[in-house]
Nanobody, 119 residues
């Protein structure tokens, strides 16, 4: 089993910055993709950014140029640096990890962390 612990989040003013982190632990053999999703009230959960084990990244159009995803493979940790935050970035942010703990690869979610951007 894999546990994900998120940190960061909170209240920030528009134009400000914030960093989220997510550390994975447990019986992990390897981690494939790591990513961040978010869900605003009344909306579906959406992909924010993802990074592969090789370091390739992909971003939602709405965050390109403002957010940066990175990972520390030695620490099994993924980060999301958020700059130039906007009120529409307000959401619960969830960490997502594809991790191999045995023969199969499992899809794991963090508990979510609230990010609120005030105007």
């Amino acid at each position: 089993q894999v546990q994900l612990v998120e940190s960061g989040g909170g209240l920030v003013q528009a134009g400000g910055s914030q960093q989220l982190s997510c550390a994975a632990s447990g019986s992990i053999i390897s981690i494939d993709a790591m990513g961040w999703y978010r869900q605003a009230p009344g909306k579906q959960r959406e992909l924010v950014a993802v990074i592969t084990s090789g370091g390739d990244t992909n971003y939602a159009d709405s965050v390109k140029g403002r957010f940066t995803i990175s990972r520390d493979n030695a620490k099994n940790t993924v980060y999301l640096q958020m700059n130039s935050l906007r009120p529409e970035d307000t959401a619960v942010y969830y960490c997502n990890v594809l991790a191999r703990t045995g023969i199969l690869v499992g899809n794991y979610w963090g508990q979510g962390t609230q990010v609120t951007v005030s105007s």
